[in-house]
């Protein structure tokens, strides 16, 4: 049984998760490997891009986690995208001379967005309230924070020597050192420090939901009542999932300010609250390779629509989340991931019998 | 009307409630109720429906909360306990609606339901001599909602089961099912207590209740109505059979 597979290959390869032929970690191995590669023919500028694309993957991970495989939307990941980013920015700002300042600066920012996702989820999780309530209640609790930091433009609002900025933002971040290496936006040792993360953040999920407690997460999704009629604490593992979710929408935000040197309130706003859940929703939030593959690609199209077509960007954004709702629902990656497979499940047995 | 049986005291308790009670809105599910099961009992509670039968099994397993009494379960007071540290007791329900996780497969199924006691890293023995008996070792890739009606009811029995269970609630593990499958079922309950595992059930299907049970509590209007033996020719079964004459008529 299932039980037995304590092996890490054969969990990392278990049901929960798309691509599991030798087809699919043959083009897994290769595309890491293009992008470990890229520096040594991409500009300096593609790079640059390339990366800020893919510093949301942990974020987009963490809601088809919480969302995909635990059952709870949340319009919140942007907000703790920002806490991490404000409150990175605010300690590194003002230890500057330390040596380890900006990664003392980056435990403290995924701290804060741990911290609040903690308190948030103890209550909303242990006074089981309804599902779909939450993703209101976060909702809510983004623009709270939007609205206060909007405000907090002028000399009064500082801490230490660093100014919050109001509606203008935070300037001047320092980027994230570690030891000697420098991760500025536009350095190759960022480019690789968030494909780094990237994949270390996708083979890690997919260990944990392949995991005995990811099919109990999965396992919540599907019937609460069931599973604490299994024995399990339930409340306890979805605050668990939820702060997980939020520490990874945490480092997303301290690889964006490392980026960019810059976050303002928006990044809590409505917009940052909703793109989130649509990568998720269009790539298929049951399949944690899938959402990858979808927030890489529209943060790519985005930017490039951005680009080309100013404010239309959005609007094609919001017009692909319907397509796809109502096309399909399960996502357009995991769909044709699944009609693939059908597909082959039909023609392998068309083979056996004419084998036979 | 409570007519007290005799040797109640018999035995190791394993399960003891003690005057509870429960209203919903203006109504008594179940009012002022005693019962006593001992270890290694095969019980079976009847009544016609909404005589607090599966309203007495949700206090049991801690869906609901009593208004008063006590739930005693191998001695210790269990009343104020979380649904989930119940089981952690010892103490598992398979609910009268089937509920398994119908996208994942049997096997995945059979991994949630296994770990949250974490009582021992050996076999659970009685888990695969279920999951054999009722043939769900050659469907363990199946998703379990493709599962036929009646094996998806003994899946969430084997869900239970791997829970290591020293008292089962079984709420109508028979509905729907042929009356070769009931015959199975409750041939494969009968084995299952002759191993030691205290059982409780509620069932609608008389056929079942006769074949299976030890002894038999009837349940009206929250109360319990007469207990006894259940032979074919017995009191009990006579007044139960009434009951449910009056009921259905």
Redesign the interface.
């Known amino acids: 049984?299932?039980?037995q597979d304590t092996g890490l290959w054969r969990v990392l390869n278990g049901?929960q998760e798309l691509g599991r032929g030798r087809v699919f970690w043959c083009l897994f191995a290769f595309v890491a490997l293009g992008l470990l590669a890229y520096p040594a023919v991409g500009s300096v500028f593609a790079l640059s891009n390339l990366a800020n694309f893919c510093l949301y993957v942990p974020l987009g991970l963490g809601l088809a986690l919480l969302w995909g495989y635990n059952g709870v939307l949340s319009f919140g990941q942007g907000a703790f995208f920002a806490i991490a980013g404000y409150v990175y920015g605010i300690i590194a700002g003002n230890l500057t001379e330390m040596p380890a300042g900006t990664l003392l600066a980056a435990i403290g920012g995924i701290a804060a967005s741990i911290a609040v996702a903690g308190a948030f989820g103890y209550f909303v999780f242990y006074g089981q309230v309804s599902n779909w309530i939450i993703p209101l209640l976060l909702l809510v609790l983004s623009l709270i924070l939007e609205t206060f930091m909007a405000q907090t433009a002028g000399y009064q609002w500082r801490v230490g020597s660093v100014l919050l900025g109001g509606y203008n933002g935070m300037t001047s971040v320092p980027s994230l050192e570690i030891g000697p290496a420098d991760f500025g936006g536009a350095s190759i040792a960022f480019y690789y420090l968030v494909i780094a993360v990237m994949l270390i953040a996708y083979l890690g999920l997919r260990l944990l939901v392949n995991s005995?407690y990811g099919?109990?997460v999965?396992?919540i999704r599907?019937?609460v009542?069931?599973?604490?009629?299994?024995?399990?604490?339930?409340a306890r593992i979805q605050i668990q999932v939820f702060v997980l979710a939020a520490a990874l929408a945490g480092l997303s935000g301290i690889l964006y300010v490392s980026w960019g040197n810059y976050i303002n309130p928006s990044s809590m706003g409505l917009l940052a609250a909703t793109l989130p859940v649509i990568w998720t929703a269009v790539g298929g939030r049951s399949s944690l390779l899938a959402v990858l593959l979808s927030t890489v690609t529209l943060r790519w199209l985005a930017d490039t629509l951005a680009v080309k077509g100013g404010e239309y960007a959005f609007l094609i954004m919001g017009i692909l989340l319907l397509v796809t709702m109502l096309f399909f629902p399960a996502g357009i990656v995991v769909t044709l991931a699944r009609r693939f497979s059908s597909r082959k499940r039909v023609l392998g047995k068309l083979k056996e019998r004419g084998a036979g | 009307m409570t007519i007290r049986g005799p040797a109640e005291t018999d035995g190791v308790l394993a399960l003891r409630v003690k005057d509870l009670t429960k209203s919903f809105g203006g109504i008594r599910a179940v009012d002022h109720l005693n019962l006593t099961l001992t270890q290694g009992e095969l019980r079976c509670l009847i009544g016609p429906n909404g005589a607090g039968k599966s309203t007495l099994f949700g206090l049991i397993?801690g869906?609901h909360r009593p208004d008063a009494g006590h739930i005693l379960f191998k001695g210790e007071d269990i009343t104020n306990l979380?649904?989930?540290q119940r089981?952690?007791k010892g103490l598992?329900?398979k609910?009268q609606t089937t509920?398994?996780?119908?996208?994942?497969?049997v096997?995945?199924n059979?991994?949630?339901?296994?770990?949250?006691?974490r009582l021992s890293r050996t076999k659970n023995g009685r888990l695969s001599w279920a999951i054999n008996t009722l043939g769900l070792d050659s469907e363990?890739e199946v998703p379990s909602g493709e599962l036929s009606h009646s094996q998806q009811q003994w899946l969430e029995i084997c869900?239970?089961l791997?829970?290591e269970p020293d008292l089962l609630l079984l709420d109508e593990p028979t509905a729907g099912m042929t009356p070769e499958e009931t015959e199975l079922t409750a041939q494969f309950v009968i084995n299952l207590n002759r191993q030691g595992l205290t059982v409780l059930v509620v069932e609608h299907d008389m056929a079942f209740v006769r074949y299976i049970a030890q002894r038999v509590t009837v349940l009206h209007y929250g109360r319990i109505l007469r207990r006894g033996a259940s032979t074919k020719s017995s009191r009990i079964m006579r007044c139960a059979v009434s009951i449910w004459e009056s009921v259905e008529s």
């Open positions: 049984m299932a039980r049901p005995h099919h109990v999965t396992g599907d019937d009542e069931r599973t604490r009629m299994l024995g399990y604490n339930v | 397993s869906l979380q649904p989930f089981v952690r598992c329900q609910f509920r398994i996780y119908r996208a994942l497969t096997a995945q059979l991994l949630i339901a296994g770990g949250a006691r363990s869900l239970a791997a829970t």
